[in-house]
């Protein structure tokens, strides 16, 4: 069409093409059309069980376009119920691209190409449904079948959006349409106008919308009907995308949270108006109303407007008495409503200030010493740490305040040195490193690059130092006031912290054995100064001692403690090298005779290793000279003196060997010896190895800056280097390979900018370098250096592009990708302070010191120069680097200038300037005139500015008006250098010198600002990253820190900064003082939020503390901004208000609760039909690993007896279950589950019982206490509820089954009589059941507020149990009334001075005493009869997930891997009223008796009587045994966490290997299943692994592939890796050894087959004829060739998934390998959402002529072909796609594993069969044993052991 004024105002597509003749349209499948009884009109029906093949498409023909040019796309139809349905629409981009538009509620999560965007559709429910209460607001399982009341839905898709925001293309039309089954559809249409479907045309002209602005009503050709007096949004559903607000899964199409029947587009009430309560209003305010009411003018709201809120819900009052606060399921069912209003109301804006007691300083948890106000300059004194176990006491009170507490955490630091490159330290295990990076230790994991902090110096520190065995480490910080701190290292506690009259401390040295410490530093006379410390006591908690300490004129650069004796020191300097000893407290040395050597500068020296024989000890040391002395310690003479030469250069590209003659040497840094060779550091760059001879180096590694440091590891295989250019690495002597752990800027860092699609982070440095950044892995990607010096930088928002200013004026514009220079401009004269593009990526913005700003057109690639404007932005440089901001939605550009008291608005595209702003006339009150310092938009708001002035306030200015809207003062001490919010604009971020600040963005709570300390210089620039999951800081290195905060509450933060938090009113002090609670109507959250105007109303509920006032609770309602809606507040009760805070304008309610003693207790209301299940932060919380497969149904399992397999053996044990292990060591009782199998193991034999009933993951276990009754849970499979198994353990029978909870089980449990069984719900039905343990009938159930964890009956009284969970613990009473059996619960919160914490888990005192733990590590005990907690202390660093106690003994199990053992007797002996809150006696009523380290977080535990023994389950999929009395652990049970993707017999069946996505290859013993060895690759996948042939023990190897392409031999007899290859550079997907074992032939997953001699390594041959597809199996059997026409005496084949095979006769040999034949399998497209089934081959172990396949295809069936007719000559019918099969040479028997999880046993010559439905996932491995007598069977990480015996008569056929 030439013109497209025909598609104004929108385009009936149906109409337009005609659908019901179907000429410019296709239908395919079951479409038909029929009349609808809800709409009254016709409707197409699609349907079919594969979606794909049923579908209408328009139009017709796919060389023809619709061309529909309109924005929105609207489709009107409804999902069918239980099914799954697909739409695609095919848009065309502005560059002629296609790209494909896709949604279905069969995708799993949202997936983008460069040509296709599938999105997840969400089905929304009806009304009050049970879909609609519990599905809209969890996290997981949303995307799935319609539900059964879905409704008809209008679906607006916002074209322009989608392809700019996903693709960042421009959208030209809409092409074409295919919508597949299964749905009813009415029509669709296009438009270019936003349209309300509930709205209908008679509201519209009311409420003056138009197409003229853009929106207007839904054609009533196209609308729904709607019932009369009912309301459009109550029958259907309306959808946009984009949605408002956040949703999960995230970019997923699905109903908005809000109610869209408050919109008052969809209804227009007029609202009863109650008198106004009056205001007394302050000057300033009066003077800003004139504006205001300007302003705030009533104007008719536009479609996408939020009402506004005219009423506030009566707020009721409950008061229960303390003991018998119980909870019942009655409850008041008062509704809230809200309605729409054009009045306003006026009030003025709080100016919040936050002085010292608004501001919390965040300290390091484990450091005890004395902490000091930021930039405090004052001196502090430290003692000693006490034990490490604390008690805590609570508070009366609680404050609001910022949560969580803390808010950041941090997480990664990049950088390196600071006052030294010199210091960087090996642990005893050579697993980590440890370096400083200015003011803060790194423990740095060499492996993963994972981070652990020392934070506490204030300064950089400037040495390190370990003992012996590296459990204590030493640190001293540089400057004035250097200090010296003692470190648990494993704990990262801080000891001791110490100070002496020493300055610039510059070297530190412990003993081996960790009681001497020495240090050199300066006097105040500026001398050096040798100090020895005594830390023998430290780790016990004593002091820090004096030994004695020496001055000296005599120059030293380091010294350092003999191992061999404590007394005695060796140092080094300028002219000197001196030995020391100390002795009756004095400090003594004397010098080395250096004789014609006394003039040189030396700089390191060394021990030898060896004996501890004084006469045989050598020293050597370095110098700058390049000598190296060795000298005889004993004697004090000189042994021998060599020197390091430079290269000879003979040729251009060779360089000869290092030697040590005569001539000009090289300067050396650093030396150090181990046993057997001598490793130095030189200016040169080199880190050399030498033997001890210095004969010749015979091994050498380049770095790029002087090496200043080097160490060798404890265990002599990795040598540590460290370069004054701020790099550290290491070398790996046996694998002759380097790795660079950190690369730094080697001068402070001047700003960031972070590419958040890719996770870069470039920044711009002093050193005059920019660098780009991997976040994840912390490695430098890109390093360009420029003779200018760098001053900011910044990425564009979606290109591989960043822009670069310089001093000297320069902007240049970098591709990473191609890694080129695209631009270079040269307009400005000043340095540059600001660079920026906007958020659309349009344009880009740059400003100089010197006043001048650019605008540049981003969508060219030279990014031309649009305009340059002069003297507009305040001259200077104190802005840098970020001196400009861009709105959120790219209109504005705001900076100060032209004078530094004026701020700009100007329009982002043409510079024109909009608004100025005055700063220094804001506050009148101020004593000086302020000037701006720096400026920020804020995401959510435009119309909100922020302005950081010179006086340390933060301005909210409004971008309309000019007008102050907020401020806040004292922010920093300093000036603030750089600010930044969050994209929900729910938190401010700050930097002020060295600190950075968390703010709550709307200034409401008594604590404002939580504050983090670590930097040593003042932070240039700090931001939060796109993600909004993290926050990096810059100054002195780089800090990427984890933001913790909560997600925003989609009812309340998704459409108005309405924040609510619960009240409390005041606790007495007298213990039988009554509680009180206020709570919002009757408890219950809304159903639907009131939406006010923008800018919205603030409400805060908080405390009132008054002396009289006990019971008062208030409600306070400040107003945030000028607009205001009119409130009504209804209160109940009566009694005095509470006087206001000044300076602040808001309406006060208060409420009065009665304490006077009532005759019936209030109870608890818990109603879960009005709660939102939120899963739960905790690790104890069970969540079901993610599935996508479902069982077959329709398999049917053979009877018992006739078998043709048994299952033999379970290997493995389910470490993401909870509480799934059980032993019973009175009773012989041992049982923990794997994916849905009970296994009952008898330990004494190794034999295993297996107990089969479920069909889903097995969450946890419990038994009766006579140990013959087991309980079992598991979830329910398509929806159906949990299924909990009792099990008789003397048959091994299943006597009952409970299906109850409608999610997963939590935990179960007996009573300690056997009479009642309990069962608790997950986080989606929190439900607490009571049963009858002898018949199983439901006695009591009660749903509680909040997930519970754990559960626990009393030891000692039956009808007294206890739960735990997010809400805090719940006490239980059983009351029995005959044949009545109620459950009350009573829920006491944890103590105020934990914080928000949850109670993770419980466990019983035999004297009325409970324990429980918390997800912050501290185990709290309770008085059972009073319900108070007593006592807390500190158990663990993370989060405790198992509790255990047997008499005094308490065992604690956590996250961080940590089992430990705790004596508590003395705690119990304290009297319940009495409240511990000092640390000092910690010590002695709570002692750590003996700790052990696991190999993954603590999910299960049971113990003996005693405590002495027991058994532990771990994360890892590790049971262990443990005996405290010889401080064992013994592994019992080992099993694969992740998944495994091959399982292999050995030929002569004694082992077999199993390798997974971790990079593990484990290797077992087939007797008893046991693990014999395991050999781990990190950082890689294993995808195959393969034996060799031989049977020789000795010779016997395992050949694994990597994701990395390599090959890796393990020789089984020396448990070492014999030979690592490197075939390929994609992941190998398939190995396989020779028939007999002369070559190894693997393939990568881009086709490529390479023969590898297992001998040397070689590459012999590499095979192309599969590449371009991956290859899925390879197979190798004897077999002579010669009937087939070709030589050799061996066959192979390799199949593909292109659904090729191709079989070769080989003579390895003789180096012959031809292609025999090659098979190729037809098959229609593939047209799954998932990948196609694999393609499998293998040859027939009874006849290698044939050849048997299987994969997608016509049909699914199983093809014989035989090589010799070369045709298919049987075929094997298949119910489902094959994911594995394996073929057994005993009695012609095929195993074929499917998605459906069905392990089917056929007999290929009958066609005979069996289903065998054990496993819990979709198979993926089955191999026969050589000798088929065996078969093993994988399915994610479970492992099943089957015994072969053969198909009976009695089977199925196919």
């Known amino acids: 069409m030439a013109s497209k004024g025909w598609q104004h105002p929108y385009v009936n597509i149906f109409k ?92 799993k999560e949202f997936k983008s190409t460069a040509t296709w965007l599938q999105f997840p559709f969400l089905c929304g429910a009806a009304k009050d449904s049970v879909y609609e209460s519990t599905a809209k607001s969890a996290s997981h399982g949303l995307v799935g079948p319609a539900p059964s009341s879905v409704r008809w ?162 707020l009721g009052v409950v008061s229960t008495h303390k003991e018998n606060e119980w909870l019942y399921h009655n409850g008041d069912e008062n509704r809230l409503e809200s309605t729409c209003s054009d009045s306003h109301h006026l009030t003025s804006c709080p100016s919040c200030e936050a002085g010292d007691e608004g501001v919390h300083v965040y300290v390091h948890a484990e450091d005890v010493c004395s902490a000091h106000r930021e930039e405090s300059e004052e001196e502090f004194q430290c003692t000693p740490v006490p034990h490490p176990v604390h008690l805590s006491s609570s508070k009366e009170t609680r404050q609001q305040k910022l949560l969580p507490d803390p808010i950041l955490r941090l997480n990664r630091i990049i950088g390196f040195g600071g006052a030294t490159t010199k210091c960087a330290l090996w642990t005893k295990s050579g697993d980590a490193v440890v370096y400083p990076c200015h003011a803060i230790i790194v423990s740095m994991m060499i492996s993963s690059n994972q981070q652990r902090f020392f934070i506490g110096h204030t300064d950089k520190v400037s040495a390190l130092a370990f003992n012996g065995n590296t459990t204590i480490l030493a640190s001293a910080q540089s400057g004035n006031h250097s200090v010296v701190r003692v470190w648990n290292y494993h704990k990262g506690n801080c000891l001791a912290m110490f100070r002496t009259h020493a300055h610039s401390f510059s070297s530190l040295s412990f003993s081996y054995s960790g009681s001497i410490l020495c240090g050199v530093g300066k006097d105040r006379h500026n001398k050096n100064m040798v100090v020895v410390w005594s830390t023998l006591n430290v780790s016990k908690g004593g002091e820090v001692t004096t030994l004695a300490k020496a001055h000296t004129d005599v120059d030293i650069k380091t010294i350092k403690v003999a191992f061999f004796d404590e007394t005695r020191m060796v140092s080094c300097g300028r002219d000197n090298i001196r030995l020391w000893r100390v002795r009756n407290g004095t400090l003594r040395s004397c010098p080395v005779s250096l004789g014609e050597y006394h003039s040189m500068d030396f700089t390191d020296v060394a021990f030898e290793e060896g004996s501890h024989n004084l006469d045989e000890r050598t020293l050597f040391a370095s110098s700058r000279s390049g000598h190296i002395f060795e000298i005889d310690y004993s004697r004090v003479v000189t042994r021998n003196v060599r020197r390091l030469l430079p290269a000879q250069q003979q040729h251009s590209n060779r360089r000869e060997k290092l030697t040590f003659n005569n001539g000009p040497g090289i300067a050396i840094n650093s030396i150090s010896v181990s046993s057997s060779f001598c490793a130095t550091g030189s200016e040169d760059g080199f880190l050399r190895l030498w033997p001890l001879d210095f004969s010749a180096v015979f091994l050498e590694a380049e770095h790029e800056g002087p090496v200043s440091l080097v160490s060798v590891s404890s265990d002599s295989l990795q040598v540590l280097a460290a370069t004054s250019s701020g790099n550290l690495g290491f070398l790996d002597i046996r694998g002759r390979g380097y790795s660079t752990l950190m690369r730094s800027h080697t001068d402070s860092v001047l700003g960031f900018s972070v590419d958040g699609l890719r996770r870069h982070l470039t920044t711009a440095s002093s050193d005059g370098t920019v660098r780009i950044w991997s976040m994840d892995s912390l490695q430098q990607l890109y390093d360009f250096v420029s003779e200018d010096s760098p001053c900011s930088v910044a990425f564009h928002p979606s290109e591989q592009v960043f822009i670069c200013g310089f001093s000297s004026g320069i902007v240049r514009v970098f591709d990473i990708s191609s890694a080129k220079l695209l631009a270079e401009h040269k307009q400005h004269r000043g340095e540059i302070v600001g660079l920026a593009f906007s958020p659309d990526g349009e344009f880009m913005y740059s400003a100089d010191s010197q006043g001048s700003l650019a605008l540049y057109n981003t969508s060219e690639e030279k990014h031309h120069v649009i305009r340059v404007a002069c003297n507009v932005v305040a001259r200077g440089t104190e802005r840098a680097p970020d001196a400009l901001t861009v709105s959120s939605d790219s209109r504005c550009l705001a900076f100060v200038g032209p004078s530094e008291y004026i701020i700009t608005i100007a329009d982002s595209r043409s510079l024109d300037e909009l608004l100025l702003v005055d700063v220094s006339i804001l506050d009148v009150d101020s004593p000086r005139v302020d000037s701006a310092l720096k400026v920020r938009f804020s995401p959510a708001s435009t119309e909100h500015l922020l302005v950081a002035i010179s006086s340390n306030k933060i301005l909210w200015v409004s971008t309309k008006t000019g007008r102050l809207l907020r401020e806040v003062s004292k922010v920093h001490k300093h000036e603030c250098s750089s600010l930044a919010v969050s994209e929900d604009a729910r938190f401010l971020l700050t930097a002020g010198h060295n600190a950075v600040k968390v703010w709550d963005y709307n200034m409401l709570l008594d604590i404002n600002s939580q504050m983090f300390i670590g930097h040593s210089q003042p932070i240039r620039q700090v931001s939060f990253t796109p993600d909004q999951l993290g926050v990096v800081s810059v100054g002195d290195a780089i800090f990427l820190w984890d933001f913790l905060a909560h997600p925003a509450d989609p009812l309340a933060d998704s459409c108005s900064p309405l924040r609510m938090s619960s009240i409390s009113a005041p606790k007495s002090d007298q213990p039988e003082a009554k509680e009180s609670t206020v709570q919002m109507s009757n408890g219950m959250p809304r159903q639907t939020a009131p939406l006010p105007s923008s800018p919205p109303p603030q409400l805060d509920i908080s405390t009132i503390d008054q002396a009289g006032e006990g019971g008062l609770g208030s409600v306070s309602i400040c107003d945030e901004a000028p607009n205001i809606p009119n409130f009504q507040v209804a209160t109940t009760g009566s009694g005095p208000s509470s006087q206001s805070r000044a300076a602040v304008s808001f309406l006060k309610v208060t409420e009065l609760v009665d304490l006077a003693p009532l005759n019936t207790s209030l109870k608890d209301i818990v109603d879960l039909k009005e709660k939102k299940p939120v899963r739960p932060d905790c690790y104890r919380h069970f969540f079901p690993r993610f599935n996508t497969s479902t069982l077959d149904q329709a398999a049917v399992a053979p009877l018992k007896g006739q078998e043709g397999i048994q299952l033999k053996a379970v290997i493995g044990y389910n470490g993401n279950g909870r509480g799934n292990m059980v032993w019973s060591p009175e009773q012989g009782l041992f049982a923990y589950s794997c994916s849905c199998l009970v296994v009952v193991e008898y330990l004494h034999t190794g034999s295993q019982r297996h107990l089969q009933g479920h069909s889903e993951e097995i969450s946890c276990l419990t038994f009766t206490n006579d140990a013959q009754t087991l309980a079992s849970a598991a979830g329910g499979s398509n929806g159906t509820r949990s299924l909990i198994c009792i099990w008789d353990l003397q048959n091994g029978t299943c006597h009952k089954t409970i299906s109850y909870h409608k999610g997963a089980v939590q935990s179960l449990a007996f009573s300690r009589d056997d009479r009642f069984f309990i069962s608790v719900g997950d986080f989606s039905d929190p439900k607490v059941a009571l049963w009858n343990s002898k018949t199983f009938q439901l006695l009591s159930c009660v ?47 944890a103590t105020v001075e934990m914080g928000d914490v949850e109670l993770t888990a419980l466990c019983y005192h035999m004297d009325s005493f409970l324990f429980t733990a918390t997800n912050h590590g501290h185990v709290c005990v309770w008085d059972v009869t009073t319900q108070r907690c007593f006592m807390t202390w500190e158990a663990d660093e993370g989060e405790i997930g198992v509790l255990l106690c047997r008499g005094n003994r308490l065992l604690t199990g956590s996250n961080t891997r940590w089992l430990r053992l705790w004596e508590v007797g003395a705690a119990l002996g304290v009297k319940p009223r009495e409240k511990v809150c000092n640390g000092e006696d910690s010590g002695t009523m709570v002692v750590l008796k003996q700790e052990i380290m696991l190999d993954g977080t603590v999910v299960s535990a049971a113990f003996d009587n005693t405590m002495d023994m027991g058994v532990v389950g771990t994360t890892a999929g590790t049971l262990w045994y443990i005996n405290w009395c010889d401080n064992t652990n013994t592994r019992l049970v080992s099993g694969h966490k992740n998944k495994v993707n091959d399982v292999v017999f050995s030929s002569d069946e004694r082992h077999f290997a199993t390798c997974s996505e971790d990079g593990s290859v484990r290797v077992w013993s087939a007797l008893s299943n046991e693990l014999v060895v395991q050999f781990q690759v990190l950082n890689q996948a294993c995808g195959c692994i393969c034996w060799s042939p031989s049977c020789n023990k000795d010779s016997m190897c395992v050949a694994a592939g990597y994701s990395d392409g390599t090959l890796r031999i393990f020789r089984l007899a020396s448990s070492e890796m014999e030979m690592k290859l490197q075939p390929h550079n994609v992941a190998v997907t398939a190995v396989q050894y020779s028939a007999n074992g002369h070559v190894i032939l693997s393939a990568g997953k881009n086709g490529l087959v390479v023969v590898s001699s297992p001998v040397n390594g070689a590459t012999i041959r590499v095979i192309r004829d599969h590449k371009g597809a991956t290859i899925t199996s390879i197979q190798c059997v004897n077999e002579q060739c010669k009937d087939f026409g070709l030589e050799g005496i061996e ?20 180096d012959k390998c031809d292609l025999l034949d090659w098979l190729t399998f037809p098959a229609p497209s593939y047209i799954g959402d998932d990948s196609p089934p694999p393609s499998l081959a293998a040859f027939c172990p009874t006849d290698p002529s044939l050849v048997v396949y299987t994969g997608y295809g016509v049909e699914k069936e199983l093809s014989f072909y035989s090589l010799a007719k070369k045709q298919i000559i049987k075929k094997i019918a298949l119910p489902h796609w094959a994911t594995c099969f394996s073929l057994s040479c005993k009695s012609q028997l095929i195993a074929v594993g499917s998605k459906e999880r069905v392990l089917k046993l056929i007999e290929s010559t009958g066609g005979r069969f069996q289903d065998f439905v054990q496993h819990s996932d979709s198979l993926q491995s089955c191999h026969f044993s050589p000798s088929g007598s065996l078969l093993f069977t994988v399915a994610y990480n479970e492992i099943l052991l089957w015994e072969v015996k053969g198909l009976r008569l009695q089977t199925s056929y196919l």
């Open 1343 to 1389: 749903t509680v507020s909040g997930p519970i964890h754990d559960v626990a009956f009393s030891p000692s009284t039956a009808s007294q149990l206890a739960c735990v969970g997010s809400q805090g613990a719940y006490f239980c009473l059983i009351h029995t009334h005959g044949s009545d059996v109620n459950l009350k619960v009573q829920r006491v919160r």
């Open 16 to 107: 337009h093409v005609r659908i019901e003749d179907w000429k410019r349209s296709a239908k395919e499948g079951d479409v038909s059309s029929c009349t609808s009884k809800a709409l009254k009109c016709s409707v197409f029906h699609i349907r079919g069980p594969v979606p794909a093949n049923s579908y209408i498409l328009i139009p017709k023909n796919s060389n023809q376009s619709l061309a529909l040019t309109g924005r929105y796309v609207y489709l009107l139809f409804r999902p069918t119920p239980g099914k799954y349905f697909v739409v695609h629409l095919d848009v065309s981009a502005e560059e002629d691209q296609v790209v494909r538009i896709s949604f279905s509620n069969m995708f």
């Open 1691 to 1710: 066959m192979w084949l390799a199949a593909s998934d292109d659904r090729r095979v191709s079989v070769w006769a080989a003579d390895w040999m003789k």
């Open 153 to 314: 839905t209008c679906l607006m898709l916002d074209l322009q959006y989608t392809l700019s925001v996903y693709l960042d293309r421009r959208y030209s039309n809409l092409k074409s349409i295919k919508l597949c089954a299964n749905m009813a559809v009415k029509n669709m249409f296009t438009s270019d106008l936003l349209l309300d479907p509930g709205v209908s045309f008679s509201e519209a002209k009311l409420m003056g919308l138009s197409s003229s602005h853009g929106t207007g009503p839904i054609p009533r050709e196209m609308s729904f009907p709607v019932p009369k007096g009912g309301s459009w949004h109550d029958v259907y559903d309306y959808i946009r995308f984009p949605s408002e607000g956040t949703k999960l899964p995230f970019d997923s199409i699905q109903k908005d949270d809000s109610r869209p029947d408050s919109r008052c587009l969809s209804k227009t009430r007029n609202p009863t108006r109650k008198e106004s309560c009056s205001v007394n209003l302050s000057k300033p305010v009066q003077d800003r109303v004139s504006l205001i009411q300007q302003i705030t003018t009533p104007k008719s709201l536009p479609s996408n407007q939020a009402p506004m809120v005219t009423k506030i819900p009566e």
